[in-house]
């Protein structure tokens, strides 16, 4: 589709640049404007969520010249980025990290990268892939060192920066081969230029692989993962809570709709049919299995709780990674699936991190000793959230997780499905360490933490998607099977 | 009364989780108040559970009390309740275990509202295992269990209490992914694909397959039954936990783990389940023995309590391998025979260590004089541990040896001799506890209470009565089994 005619199928980010415009020009008119910031972005959010909706019944069709795809998964993640940027400002909200710093250009920044994930979901050319990976990786930098008073806090944004940089580059010179091979940055014509032509399997090996590179550092598998700790552990909470969710989501977005797209021909169950000549799948697989047991392992030894969570959000990407092994529908729709599970219970998670620091101002695991005695229902939530990062029924990370062994043990793959699940037995140890700490320690003094009543609200909120994503999961499995449908070429 | 005879199964398992839920909306400082309302739940639960045993039908091996409605459409997952002679024994033995043991927790004085709030939510996922018959549904009840048994022995237990939690957390969630790979594997192994366990028992696998299967399951199994050498939580958990929990853990958790064999492991991979009948008898007779020199060395009444439970599932085990009637319908009333008799003598363990706050079985002595009723029911229940003539364990125990003996000769005359050890120590630590002068520190212990007997009387009197009238069990049983016995052996 021409320019012209696209705009009306790119309302829902013109009213989030809109919105950042608004955010940024009101608060160089008067700093008072700081209060109301997280108000405007909640609005428009829901504007823009209301306009993804309108484009539920457009034809599906590549508009702006076929660099951005208009098609039933982009919506879905569009509405999924939305979703984490709604949540992100609500824990903004409650935290007193948040309220020391200069909100407005927080949340506009904020607005930024959800404006990037959502152009990067629908981004059908490598140019595109690349502009939007870099939008969200330069606001990201800046949101990681927003704490400019704190040395953790720039010495982790300087990291992140360098590391970024680094994969950037790789992943820049990845797509000059694909371009190289085929003429074109377009997906689809690269595409029909790896059906047609005969490229060597060694050269799409290396294009593939350096390509790889900057996916991998979005969704932080390893061993492209190093960054991890350090950037969660520095970052404010809310951010750090962001990134672990919002980016991560992104990249497993651009990586299922590139390689979908890309790599698979003919009968849409088979993956990597495009590339023979290289067993991919064991190449993934093997990536998906380090990046959960280092993750796992390296999580055990963490006193830190941000950090811990850091390395579990490692591992669960190795999780999510299963399920892009296959590379067919099946395995690619329970990442989406898990997308969304996974979004309720690690920013719950961090909520409470947030919750409990705003009060003490720790964030050790050991300063939790005995809470659930202290500030029941808070502790009880955490419960739930870690069970559900741990994948035990009735709650929703256990059904996330099924999923994505199904897709694996479906083509029979049973040796990765074994390394899931002893990797699953040990995120149980050090999930349980921190409920073990809450529950079965007594606590030096019985008095009540006081919790604002806005957190615990907020907390109770989080713990019932995961709750009813557990038990009942038909309707979310069927939008997600509805949401996997792309433009055809 | 419509409603109950529809859907009775929904009403047994889930009115303990509204319990949890009315009990969780109570204030927490009206501890009597909480207490009661437990009690009432799962009162109405065993109500229903009466209600059940009095309308099954014995003459059918088919599923009764069905219901059946599609839960998830996209994979064919189905909330399909029923029950059959292997699942209505346990579903009426866990619905009065339950209520006995929350009468039986009337002491507990620290976190009341949490503690009776997660009983009851680990009452409605043990009887939602004995009535789920879909593998996935099967498989959340199952894991459902877990988390309550880890707060409960975690929170309110003894000095090891977080080593003791952390241990049988860890342990059984192993077992259960495996579980998880195989319930999967069966999935896309049928055709059409599907978790109705009624429907799979139709497939026809392959016989690698089946081994594969039946291993990845049996791991599963094993940790729960708990089978040697995976047995080793066990001892720790039970030490550790409360009274009332340890008679839950002994008295059903245990038994999902043989109830898992039979209904799942048995019927679905019968040409596994005869590959494998001859190494299950020799682990249960491992079982029986190991648990009966272990029960023997111990000092702790607790902790030989919790060996006495491994040599009688040894025994289970050993019915199970047989294959033929007598030994597998003895195996499953072992099941419903131990629940009691291993219920009552942790009942009694704790109600002498509330009162010495030891376990230690040297240290007393004499006790009969004392405390002699409490002294009388301890024999009873020692006496049916030891599997005495005229008491339930003895005909149970009879019919496994026998269906056991014409099978697997050997193994079976070498499991009989842990009969011997188990007498051995049941009179042992009987002669130590009770007989000789008495203790003089223990001169005021004082006897057995009213709420003590309550929860004794009932157990006791089963011991009794199906010892020498065990028909209104074994007959529950008896068609289904036979039943299973043609799909394993055709």
Redesign the interface.
């Known amino acids: 589709m021409e320019n012209i005619p696209s705009i009306k199928f790119f309302y829902p980010e013109i009213i989030i640049t809109s919105l950042i415009l608004l955010i940024l020009l009101l608060v160089s008119y008067s700093r008072k404007t700081d209060g109301w910031a997280h108000y405007i972005s909640l609005a428009g959010l829901i504007l823009s969520f209301i306009a993804v909706l309108y484009e539920v019944e457009a034809q599906e069709t590549g508009i702006f010249m076929n660099l951005l795809a208009l098609d039933k998964f982009s919506i879905y993640f569009k509405s999924f980025f939305i979703l984490v940027t709604g949540l992100t400002i609500l824990i903004s909200m409650g935290s007193l990290e948040v309220e020391r710093l200069r909100k407005s250009e927080y949340y506009a920044i904020i607005l930024t990268v959800c404006l990037g994930m959502m152009l990067l979901s629908s981004s059908t050319d490598l140019l595109i892939i690349y502009l939007t990976m870099e939008m969200i990786s330069l606001s990201s930098y800046v949101l990681v060192g927003f704490l400019r008073e704190e040395a953790r806090s720039t010495e982790a944004a300087l990291k992140y920066v360098l590391f970024g940089a680094a994969c950037s580059g790789c992943m820049l010179y990845g797509m000059s081969l694909f371009y190289g091979v085929s003429g074109s940055t377009n997906l689809y014509e690269i595409k029909r230029a790896l059906v047609t032509g005969s490229v060597s399997p060694l050269f799409l090996l290396l294009a593939i692989v350096l390509l790889l590179g900057g996916f991998f550092f979005k969704i932080s598998a390893v061993p492209f993962h190093m960054w991890v700790p350090d950037v969660y552990h520095g970052a404010p909470t809310p951010i750090t809570a962001f990134l672990s969710v919002g980016p991560k989501a992104a990249g497993f977005s651009i990586l299922i709709r590139f390689f979908y797209l890309v790599m698979v021909e003919g009968s849409q169950d088979v993956g990597w049919s495009v590339l023979k000549g290289f067993d991919w799948t064991m190449l993934i697989g093997v990536v998906s299995a380090f990046t959960m047991t280092i993750g796992n392992l390296a999580a055990i030894g963490q006193s830190n709780t941000k950090r811990l969570l850091a390395y579990s959000s490692i591992a669960h990407a190795g999780y999510m990674l299963m399920g892009f092994v296959v590379l067919n529908p099946f395995g690619l729709k329970a990442i989406l699936f898990y997308l969304i599970v996974y979004l309720f219970m690690n920013l719950g998670a961090f909520l409470f991190v947030i919750a409990v620091a705003n009060t003490t101002g720790e964030e050790e695991i050991e300063s939790y000793r005995g809470l659930a005695w202290k500030a029941p229902l808070p502790a009880v939530a955490m419960t739930v959230f870690l069970?559900s990062l741990t994948g035990?029924?009735?709650f929703s990370g256990?059904v996330g997780k099924?999923l994505l062994?199904?897709a694996v043990?479906?083509e029979q793959w049973?040796i990765l499905?074994?390394v899931g699940?002893l990797n699953?037995?040990i995120s149980?140890?050090y999930y349980?360490r921190i409920i073990?700490v809450m529950?079965?320690?007594r606590p030096v003094d019985e008095t009540p933490l006081e919790i604002t009543s806005f957190n615990k609200w907020v907390l109770g909120a989080f713990v019932i998607p995961n709750i009813i994503l557990g038990i009942?999961?038909?309707p979310l499995?069927?939008l997600v099977?509805e949401s996997f449908r792309f433009i055809g070429s | 009364m419509d409603i109950i005879q529809g859907h009775a199964l929904t009403l047994i398992t889930f009115l303990p989780l509204i319990g949890a839920g009315v009990i969780l909306l109570l204030p927490g400082k009206k501890e009597e108040l909480i207490k009661y309302t437990a009690a009432f739940f799962s009162a109405l639960s065993l109500l229903i559970g009466i209600y059940i045993y009095w309308k099954f039908d014995r003459n059918t091996p088919n599923i009764q009390f069905v219901e059946h409605y599609p839960?998830?459409?996209?994979?064919n997952i189905y909330y399909y309740m029923g029950i059959d002679g292997i699942s209505a024994p346990m579903v009426v033995l866990t619905s009065l275990l339950s209520f006995l043991s929350v009468v039986a927790s009337w002491g507990i004085d620290r976190g009341v509202k949490g503690y009776f709030s997660l009983f009851l939510i680990l009452e409605t996922g043990m009887l939602g295992v004995f009535c789920a018959l879909d593998f996935f549904l099967f498989?959340?009840f199952w894991?459902?269990v877990?988390?309550p048994m880890?707060?409960l022995i975690?929170?309110w237990g003894g000095p090891k209490?977080?080593y003791a939690?952390?241990k049988f957390?860890?342990y059984t969630?192993?077992g259960s992914?495996?579980m998880?790979?195989a319930m999967?594997?069966l999935?896309?192994w049928s055709e059409p694909h599907t978790f109705d366990l009624l429907k799979l028992t139709k497939m026809r696998f392959t016989r690698t397959f089946q081994i594969i299967i039946f291993l990845a399951l049996f791991i599963g199994f094993a940790i729960k039954v708990p089978i040697v050498p995976f047995h080793t939580w066990l001892p720790d958990a039970h030490v550790e936990a409360p009274t009332a929990i340890s008679v839950i853990l002994a008295g059903i958790l245990l038994k999902m783990g043989t109830y898992g064999l039979y209904r799942i492991s048995y019927p679905i991979l019968p040409e596994a389940t005869v590959w494998f009948s001859y190494p299950l008898a020799i682990l249960g007779a491992i079982n029986i023995i190991w648990g009966a020199l272990c029960a023997m060395a111990q000092q702790d009444m607790k902790k030989l309590v919790a060996y006495s439970s491994i040599s009688h599932m040894g025994v289970v085990l050993l019915g199970m391998a047989s294959l033929t009637p007598a030994g597998m319908n003895g195996g499953l009333f072992q099941m419903f025979n131990h629940g009691t008799v291993t219920a009552m003598l942790f009942l009694l363990t704790g109600v002498i260590y509330d009162r010495a706050h030891h376990r230690d079985i040297d240290r007393f002595g004499g006790l009969a004089v004392q405390m002699p009723i409490y002294a009388g029911i301890t024999s009873l229940a020692f006496f049916a541990g030891l599997g005495l003539p005229g008491l339930n364990s003895f005909i149970s125990e009879a019919l496994c040896f026998l269906g056991a003996f014409n099978v697997y000769r050997w193994t079976t005359a070498i499991a009989t001799s842990g009969i011997v050890f188990t007498a051995g120590y049941f009179l042992w630590t009987y002669q130590r506890m009770f007989l000789g002068p008495l203790n003089t520190k223990y001169s005021d212990l004082p006897e057995i209470n009213g709420r003590e007997l309550f929860t004794l009387i009932p157990l006791g009197a089963i011991v009794v009565f199906l010892g020498i009238y065990p028909s209104p069990v074994l007959n529950m049983m008896t068609i289904t089994m036979y039943n299973l016995i043609v799909m394993v052996k055709p």
């Open positions: 069970f035990i029924p009735p256990f099924v062994f199904a043990i479906r049973y499905a074994i699940i699953s037995v149980l140890y349980a073990r529950f079965l320690e009942y999961w038909g499995m069927n099977e | 839960w998830i459409r996209y994979f498989y959340v894991e459902v877990l988390f880890y707060f975690g929170i209490r977080e939690a952390i957390f860890l969630l192993f992914v495996l998880l790979l999967l594997a999935y896309y």
